[in-house]
């Protein structure tokens, strides 16, 4: 596994190895059968970890649909917004939520296709829609987004951090340049933005590459460039034998646990427990 970080300029390598001797995550994190699937007739599921449910809150003019996780803790615990991938709102992402929440985070992951009646059953469908989003009106729904979260009770107003995966993790990379209150930013197999806008960012960042993606890591030399050059604090791997999305499609499952483990340590790290 190739690991790698940037912090005010400063490289540091560490090789690390997956398998053998190294612990992962036991379990199966997401069991996948279908990539959308029509949410439960109910709309609140209660486990004894955890509980999660659909909410609507206000965007400008509009209502954002969103999935809300809660840990089951006795005190206010850090926050995550998880931004979905160029299909929208999937089962990969309420799962990802529920397990935030398992480890400790009240996670809400936003619909950003509420304002066209939200994501439709055709992943096609989803793709062209999200490919016309205007990026001020994703800002404007995080930004909506993270005002929810900051209220509820059970959630720590100064500690919020955002992920994204695919389109999500560009968008969670782009959206940690708009908002300085931000703890944290994980970026998952995502485009970097511009280096003017980089010079932007306060919160810390965690990137999560895949070897086999080329198109994605492309580019990451300039990120890099800009990241030492505006001193940001980024730290991103590259994880071996694997290709775009595989925290969803788990090709590897070891890989995918062993990143999941490093993600949920970067925001206890960053964020707080």
Request: some cysteine; overall charge positive.
């Amino acid at each position: 596994m190739d690991t790698r970080a940037v912090d005010g300029g400063a490289r540091r390598w560490k090789a690390v190895q997956v398998g053998g001797g190294v612990a992962v995550l036991a379990g199966v994190l997401f069991a996948l059968p279908n990539l959308h699937r029509p949410p439960p007739p109910s709309t609140a599921l209660h486990r004894a970890d955890i509980h999660a449910e659909y909410v609507k809150f206000p965007s400008g003019r509009d209502t954002i649909t969103a999935y809300l996780a809660y840990p089951e803790r006795k005190d206010p615990a850090p926050a995550v917004v998880v931004i979905h991938e160029i299909f929208g709102m999937s089962d990969f992402i309420r799962q990802t939520a529920e397990q935030l929440a398992k480890d400790g985070f009240v996670a809400i992951a936003p619909d950003l296709l509420s304002h066209h009646g939200g994501t439709p059953p055709s992943a096609d469908d989803a793709r062209k829609l999200i490919a016309a989003l205007a990026p001020d009106t994703v800002t404007q729904d995080l930004d909506a987004t993270v005002a929810y979260v900051k209220r509820l009770k059970a959630a720590r107003p100064d500690r919020v951090g955002v992920i994204g995966f695919c389109w999500g993790g560009g968008q969670s990379f782009r959206y940690a340049t708009n908002n300085p209150s931000l703890g944290a930013f994980v970026v998952c197999y995502g485009p970097g933005p511009d280096a003017v806008s980089i010079a932007r960012i306060r919160a810390k960042g965690l990137g999560v590459y895949a070897e086999n993606d080329a198109r994605i890591n492309a580019g990451w030399a300039d990120v890099d460039a800009a990241i030492r050059t505006y001193h940001k604090t980024y730290r991103h791997t590259v994880y071996p034998g694997v290709g775009h999305g595989f925290l969803r499609t788990r090709e590897k499952p070891e890989v995918a646990d062993s990143a999941w483990k490093a993600v949920v340590e970067f925001f206890r790290e960053s964020l707080g427990r």
